[in-house]
């Protein structure tokens, strides 16, 4: 997600594939016109304006890459099929270090911000724990799950790591010592994502059972459940007071395919829902205030868009960093 900021910050749009890989190199500096548009009750408004393209970088990965995060204000790490994780630096475009340990695709990763360690989860059920400054090899190994792990999120305070699958469990790690201190396991909680709440013992899950959970992590129990949805919640992100979060969901044709933002304080109601793709909606997060003249989420779509909305009104504005190609 850290590249989406990135692409934001800088104001640099261009077309790009619809298959998501990492790219680190040459600067093309070609000016284009790009079409942005955004929505209004009376309908939809266009304007052309010149600008100049992203800055695109060499392959970090041989396959496809699967996720991205920030390590730090300069280094991202990137993980997919290769089974490999990159960190490199998203301004120059260097490859930093790479790391192999996975039998199989890297599902996700988690940094601890602004320190040199980072996690990945895997098809390969397992958890590693890496560190920049040390050697190539995993500083920590967590195995506990019996299927492809899904969800992977740190404490703010990087005591411990919290682990979610598609064996309906969520295990609660000591990162110190690499032992389990929780398990919980809940029928048919196949889970899709996990996001910890800052500076709160809280922790945030989305579900293929269409349910979000908001789980107690002193205990790992189930702290509230969310109106069950009418979709598969796809991904999950809490805002930076944690007063509010963000789920989006799957769907098809337009059906299903929005963003929902929630309120987490003593309500825990639904605020707005943001609708306008036409494919499962497969990521969302909350966009730093310096990016956004007003609060803003942005949303990905399998239907190749982003979206940029307004997240007091609904109202959006289509990315440059979209694509016009058919959704797959």
């Known amino acids: 997600m850290l590249l989406l900021r990135c692409h934001l910050k800088r104001a640099l749009p261009q077309k790009v594939s619809c298959r998501f890989c990492a790219v680190m190199g040459k600067l093309q500096s070609k000016f284009k016109h790009s079409t ?4 209004r009750p009376d309908g939809f408004i266009e304007e052309k304006i010149q600008t100049k393209a992203f800055q695109e970088y060499s392959p970090a990965h041989v396959d ?5 995060a920030a390590l730090n204000s300069d280094l991202c790490v990137s993980g997919g099929k290769d089974k490999t994780a990159v960190a490199y630096n998203w301004r120059t475009g260097n490859v930093v270090k ?5 039998e199989r695709e890297i599902t996700k990763i988690a940094c601890i911000y602004k320190s040199s360690q980072f996690f990945s989860a895997s098809r390969d059920k397992m958890v590693m724990m890496w560190d920049l400054q040390s050697s190539s090899q995993p500083r920590q190994q967590f195995s506990g799950h019996t299927m492809v792990v899904t969800g992977l999120t740190v404490s703010p305070d990087s005591s411990h790591l919290c682990t979610g699958s598609r064996d309906n469990t969520l295990l609660l790690w000591d990162v110190g010592t690499g032992q389990c201190a929780e398990r919980a396991s ?3 909680n196949l889970v899709t994502h996990l996001c910890w709440v800052p500076r709160e013992h809280y922790i945030l899950q989305t579900s293929e059972d269409k349910t979000i959970r908001l789980w107690d992590s002193r205990g790992l129990q189930v702290a509230h459940t969310f109106p069950t949805q009418q979709h598969i919640q796809t991904y999950c992100e809490v805002s930076e007071d944690g007063h509010k979060c963000v789920s989006c969901s799957s769907g098809f044709e337009g059906e299903g395919c929005e963003a929902t933002l929630w309120d987490l304080r003593q309500t825990r109601s639904r605020i707005c829902e943001y609708r306008g793709h036409f494919q499962t909606v497969a990521s969302c997060i909350f ?3 310096a990016l956004a003249a007003m609060p803003a989420i942005a949303t990905s779509s399998h239907d190749c868009k982003v979206k940029i909305w307004n997240q007091d009104t609904g109202a959006y504005t289509e990315s440059p960093m979209s694509c016009h190609c058919p959704p797959p």
């Open 98 to 102: 790479r790391f192999k340990g996975h």
């Open 186 to 188: 809940v029928s048919r």
């Open 36 to 39: 942005y548009k955004y929505s």
């Open 287 to 289: 966009l730093p205030r």
């Open 64 to 68: 496809t890459v699967s996720v991205v």
